[in-house]
């Protein structure tokens, strides 16, 4: 059975910095593109990074550019959202996503952020950004 489970979240001053972990269960991380992503009250999820599986490339929205990094840990079967100097913008529940390999090229230079490119979603870890 396929399980992502996301941890690390928590609450942090602007300027902090937390790691969040997806770990997954009934599958091997290294094959799949990794996504996270977060949602805010009231705003749509959005793509925040995704490392991808064929070529190790990753992507990132503007917003987070330099202060976020996405890493894949192959021995622990984690990937992890290092998030740095963080700001109240960035509070959110954060979820991870895999996409499942897909045929033919990427696409994911153009798609990354789009929720539909993903098979499999966790369901959660709240990060929370105040003073």
């Known amino acids: 059975q396929v399980q992502l489970v996301e941890s690390g979240g928590g609450s942090v001053q602007p300027g902090g910095s937390l790691r969040l972990s997806c770990a997954a269960s009934g599958f091997t991380l290294d094959y799949y593109t990794i996504g996270w992503f977060r949602q805010a009250p009231g705003k749509e999820r959005e793509g925040v990074s995704c490392?991808?599986?064929?070529?190790?490339?990753?992507y990132s929205a503007n917003s987070v550019k330099g202060r976020f990094t996405i890493v894949r840990d192959k021995d622990k079967n984690i990937v992890y959202l290092q998030m740095n100097n963080l700001k109240p913008e960035d509070t959110a529940v954060y979820y991870c996503?895999?996409?499942?390999?897909?045929?033919?090229?990427?696409?994911?230079?153009?798609?990354?952020?789009?929720?539909?490119?993903?098979?499999?979603w966790g369901q959660g870890t709240q990060v929370t950004v105040s003073s």
């Open positions: 996503a895999v996409q499942t390999p897909r045929l033919g090229p990427s696409t994911l230079a153009t798609t990354w952020g789009m929720m539909d490119e993903y098979d499999y």
């Open positions: 490392l991808s599986a064929s070529d190790g490339s990753t």
